[in-house]
């Protein structure tokens, strides 16, 4: 950015209150971004592994069970997800 000519910043939609806060917003989408959406995954991860280890420690019958369920569990998760963002976006 540092090397676009002058007259790039001298344009109505380049100008600098603009260009500070779609900085400022775009920092703080990527923060939002990175802290929360990283933490669920790896939240969720970790429970599921702690549930197969824990199944197959005490029922490994039923761990195989919950194994095979994952991919279900995948699957309604993006739904939800899907479900989510739809009603985000009519909401905005």
């Known amino acids: 950015m540092m090397k676009l000519p002058i007259y790039w910043f001298e344009r109505p939609q380049n100008n600098i209150g603009q260009l500070t806060t779609r900085l400022a917003v775009d920092s ?30 005490f029922e490994w019958r039923t761990a195989l069970v919950s194994l095979g369920l994952i991919p279900f569990l995948i699957a309604a998760g993006a739904v939800r997800m899907a479900f989510k963002n739809g009603a985000l976006a009519k909401a905005e």
Do not use: E
């Open 28 to 57: 703080k989408q990527v923060k939002d971004l990175t802290t929360n959406y990283v933490y669920v995954i790896i939240q969720n991860i970790a429970t599921l592994m702690s549930g197969l280890i824990i199944g197959f420690i």
